[in-house]
């Protein structure tokens, strides 16, 4: 390997930028990851859905958060943005709830968040306006029929003007909105989220049946905010979530865990780095995203979780376990890896961790097989498509057969170019795989990392040892 660390650049690079990452001779480092993009998103659109006022602190500063603040703006709520000399973020959020909506008069920009566009048409479901959700290419390639159909099924008036249910999403809005019992067709934590916000103005009881546990950030955030959510195991592995409708969502104060996607690329640079020793501070470990620790340490990397108490100030917070966010520091060291079987229901737990999964299966010893992960089609790029084609021009093994994902190791990467398709987490997992590769790697389109860590390339420099 070269052991001639350069650093090109120390920033975000601009929108057409190449970036070119050379291997590093060792990687050491301290990291806070940035807050969860997940939790951002829902803290900011529960404060809307109360009467109050509430903080947010930690809150991830990606554009796709920023996204959902500016929509939570222009529907008249007040949020305003601090940032803080560590580069974190703290919101607070003044608003009147679903009944202070204001009607805007132009679209709602989602740019390229999925999460703002499904979560919000199931907010404006049951609202008094009329609002068209919108975004950026990518987002108007993707499916939204599969939130559609149960929201038209609840009675609100919801219709995509692009192809095959495609956005923009026209929303109207209505008083009162149909209970429904639904089993989502794919695990989708969006889709149940949608359902269940829908699920608030509803009269009665909404029910989703989900055949594979999806994150469950929404159930745990709405019952510390005080609305009755009820989950049960149904089936194998499956699981019934129940709301009642009707009740208020209480103003409240939230930290925001460390993003556990955004630790997942240092969990692989520091186990498939041959001198690695990272500490990745404050990382959420929620049972429903701590997938990717558990299926690295089932390949054999040394990751020692050391769990933190709960937020100190987050007094507003219930401790009850099923309405906390668990967080711990991770401490990853280098490793050896073998390859492993990964079932359709752990591809669900690590949904947006499987690109950085496949670079530490190139690194495997044998075949790593990763069944049922077509969703991957449907996000913000076909990131089937784009990981096979991105690690096979850096020399791995890669394909795809079918829904599954097939890699054979442990291959030598060597430098070259590799297309983010302007995917944040493809540039991200490319940019992971420069720290190894012999020769300079090269990411197109790599400012997309932005969309969920600004900070990705200015820590990439950071722990160049
Ligand atoms: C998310 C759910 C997942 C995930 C996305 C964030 C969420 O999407 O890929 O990055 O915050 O609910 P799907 O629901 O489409 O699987």
């Not at 991105?390 to 394909?399: E, F, Q, S, Y």
């Not at 400012?447 to 040892?465: H, N, Q």
Request: net charge negative; charged share 25%; hydrophobic share 40%.
């Amino acid at each position: 390997m070269d052991r001639h660390a350069v650093a090109d650049f120390g920033g975000v690079p601009g929108a057409d930028a190449l970036a070119a990452v050379h291997s590093a001779s060792r990687l050491r480092g301290d990291l806070h990851m940035p807050g969860d993009k997940s939790i951002s998103h829902r803290a900011l659109m529960f404060a809307l859905l109360a009467d109050g006022e509430s903080r947010i602190e930690g809150a991830g500063d990606g554009a796709d958060v920023r996204s959902t603040a500016g929509i939570g703006r222009a529907l008249g709520a007040l949020v305003q943005r601090e940032a803080g000399n560590d580069g974190t973020v703290t919101y607070r959020v003044h608003a009147r709830g679903v009944a202070g909506f204001m009607q805007t008069p132009g679209t709602l920009d989602c740019g390229n968040s999925g999460t703002s566009l499904r979560l919000f048409a199931g907010i404006l479901a049951g609202s008094a306006v009329t609002a068209i959700l919108d975004g950026d290419a990518s987002l108007r390639g993707r499916p939204m029929n599969r939130i559609i159909e149960p929201l038209r099924a609840m009675g609100s008036g919801i219709r995509a003007a692009g192809d095959d249910g495609r956005p923009p999403v026209t929303i109207e809005g209505r008083a009162s909105l149909e209970p429904i019992d639904w089993a989502t067709p794919v695990p989708s934590a969006q889709v149940k989220s949608a359902i269940l916000l829908a699920g608030l103005c509803a009269s009665g009881t909404t029910r989703v049946h989900e055949s594979v546990a999806t994150r469950d950030h929404t159930e745990r955030m709405l019952r510390a905010r005080g609305v009755k959510v009820r989950t049960s195991p149904e089936g194998d592995g499956g699981v019934l979530i129940e709301i009642e409708g009707g009740t208020a969502v209480r103003a409240m104060d939230q930290v925001v865990p460390g993003d556990p996607s955004a630790a997942a690329f240092w969990l692989v640079a520091g186990t498939i780095h041959p001198d690695a020793d990272l500490i990745l501070r404050g990382v959420g470990t929620n049972p429903t995203r701590r997938g990717i620790i558990d299926l690295l340490v089932r390949m054999g990397a040394r990751i020692d979780e050391r769990p933190l108490p709960d937020p100190p100030d987050a007094t507003d917070v219930s401790l009850q376990p099923d309405t906390g966010e668990p967080r711990a520091d991770l401490h990853v060291q280098s490793a050896d890896l073998r390859a492993i079987e990964v079932s359709p229901a752990e591809v669900a737990s690590a949904i947006d961790e499987i690109p950085i999964l496949c670079l530490a299966a190139t690194q495997a010893t044998g075949r790593t097989t990763i069944r049922g992960a077509g969703e991957l089609r449907n996000k913000e790029s076909d990131r089937l498509a784009g990981v096979a084609a991105g690690l096979t021009a850096l020399g791995a093994k890669i394909r795809v057969d079918g829904d599954d994902i097939v890699v054979d190791g442990p291959a030598r990467l060597l430098g070259a170019a590799s297309d983010s398709l302007d995917d944040h987490r493809l540039a991200m997992t490319f940019a992971i795989a420069g720290l190894i590769a012999t020769g300079p790697t090269t990411v197109g389109r790599p400012a997309s990392a932005s969309v969920s860590y600004p900070g990705f390339f200015a820590d990439l420099e950071r722990i160049r040892a």
